[in-house]
């Protein structure tokens, strides 16, 4: 079974750049989220997808980060524009459908952002 | 979601058990307890995970007290490979996880 899969693995910008991010999850998994995890700390998690739709997205910087999920499969995170402190691993995980307690969430390697 | 609390590094021996502790004296009925790790420069990974009685499976051991304030992850003979983050998360919502910390475990042979 294939993991999750994300692109670029590295990417460089210099800040005011945009930046975007691509996941492609599980199989068959409805749940999606991208985390962001800086050096050194645990991912923080910045939005959670249902299908094509948002559950959670308390933490994502609106006036800079935006998500989608087109049609309920790959999704994509951008940045715009970029800041210093965005620097981080952008982690994308899914689980399957249902979002109990008990569902295991797969993650992708994650993309090394790293803003100049 | 209720904290969980891990000490921030662990060492170990190559081959030897490893108990790795997890406090969360604030947890509620239905919180199931998660553990994960990560390997460097890799997304985190499933472990194991239960909700009142010890579980095992091919990776680990999970004992957790009979009052839930706390749960141990053993790692019965440790090998290079296992030096990773160890997260104790606590889920309840069926959703998101709240990573913390976690415990830097470091594998010496």
């Known amino acids: 079974e294939a993991g999750v899969a994300q692109s670029p693995r590295y990417k460089i910008i210099e800040k005011r750049q945009s930046v975007a991010f691509w996941c492609n999850p599980i199989s068959g998994h409805a749940t999606l989220y991208w985390y962001q995890q800086i050096l050194g700390q645990g991912p923080k998690l910045l939005i959670q997808?249902?299908?094509?739709?948002?559950?959670?997205d308390s933490q994502l910087p609106k006036d800079r980060f935006s998500a989608e999920r087109l049609k309920g499969v790959d999704s994509t995170l951008k940045i715009q524009p970029a800041k210093l402190e965005d620097s981080a691993v952008y982690l994308c995980a899914s689980s399957e459908p249902g979002g109990t307690s008990e569902n295991e969430q797969f993650f992708g390697p994650g993309t090394r952002l790293t803003v100049l | 979601d209720a904290k969980t609390t891990q000490p921030n590094s662990m060492e170990s021996n190559e081959e030897e058990p490893v108990h790795l502790p997890c406090n969360h004296s604030t947890i509620s009925g239905t919180d199931y307890i998660h553990w994960y790790r990560q390997l460097p420069s890799q997304g985190p990974e499933y472990v194991i995970h239960g909700l009142t009685s010890n579980v095992n499976n091919r990776m680990a051991s999970l004992a957790i007290a009979e009052d839930r304030k706390s749960s141990t992850l053993i790692l019965h003979r440790a090998t290079l490979r296992d030096a990773a983050v160890y997260y104790c998360i606590l889920t309840n919502s069926g959703y998101a996880l709240n990573f913390g910390k976690g415990t830097s475990l470091l594998v010496t042979p």
């Open positions: 997808f249902q299908n094509n739709g948002v559950v959670d």
